[in-house]
C-alpha cells in the first residue's frame, strides 16, 4: 500500500512538472492556428500566420543563416572538442587534468551576458568584423567544453586492456585512434553534437552581442519582433522551431540506440569467437 501511494506521488509530481514545462509551448502553438490575430480568444483554425512565415523570404534567409551556423558550429565545435577530451584524457597528472577541466568549464557556468560581452569587445579590438564570422566563431567557443563533457566520461569508461590488445597487435597511434577509441566514444561524439546544434539553435543571449552587418539569427529575429508587438506568425515561426527541436532529439534517441545496440551485438560476436577458440583448442 506504502509502494503503491509512492509510486502515485511520484508520477504525479513528475506530470506536475512536464505541464508546468510545456503547457506554456502548448499555448503558444495552439494560438498560432487562431484565424482571431491574438492570444485572447480562439476564433477559429487557419493556416494563415504559417503561410505568411514562408512568403517571408527575409525570414526564410534568417531562418538558413542560422541552420548554417548551427551546423558549421556543430560540425566545428565537435572535432575540437573531442581533440580537446583526447588531450585531457591522455594527462596523468590529476591537478593539471583537474585545472583543465576547470578552464573547459568556464564557458559553461558563465553568465552569457559577460561571454557574449567579453566576445564582442574581443572581436572589436583585434578588427573582426560582426556578422557570419563573429557569430560563428562565438557559437564554436561555447559549444566546444559541452562536447568535451559529453565524450570525456566515454573515453573514462573505454577499458585501457583494448589499447594495449590493439598495440600489442601491431596497431600505431592512428590506428588505435580510428580503429579501437573513435568507435568506442562514438556515442558521446553524436551527443556532444546534437548538444551543440540545440545550444547554437537557441543561443539568444550571447548572439545578440556579436551580430551586426545586417546578419541576424532567428533568436534574434523573434526577440525583434516580439518587442514590435504581439504577432502570431511568431507562434508559428517558434512552434516550427520547437518542432524542428523535437525531431533533432528523436533522431538522436534512435541513433544512440542503434549504436548501443550495435555495440552489444559487435560484444556477443567477439564472445561467441572467443568461446569457439578455445572449443578448438581443446
Known sequence: MIEARKWRWSHLYLIAVFAVMYAPIFYLMFYSFNSGGTMHGYEGFTLDWYREVFADTRLLIIVLNTLVIALLSGLLSTVLGVMGALAIYEVRRRRTKNTLLSFNNVLIVSPDVIIGASFLIMFTMIGIKLGFISVLLSHIAFSVPIVVLMVLPKLQEMSTSLIDAARDLGANRWQVLTGVVLPFIRPGIFAGFFMALTYSLDDFAVTFFVTGNGYSTLSVEIYSRA?????????????????????????????????????????????????????GAR
Do not use: D, E, W
Not at 511568431?234 to 555495440?263: C, H, K, M, Q, W
Open 227 to 279: 518587442r514590435q508587438g504581439i504577432s502570431l506568425s511568431i507562434n508559428a515561426l517558434s512552434t516550427l522551431i520547437f518542432l524542428f527541436t523535437t525531431l533533432l532529439v528523436v533522431g538522436y534517441y534512435f541513433i544512440t540506440r542503434r549504436s548501443a545496440t550495435g555495440a552489444q551485438s559487435a560484444a556477443g560476436r567477439g564472445g561467441s569467437a572467443a568461446g569457439a577458440g578455445k572449443g
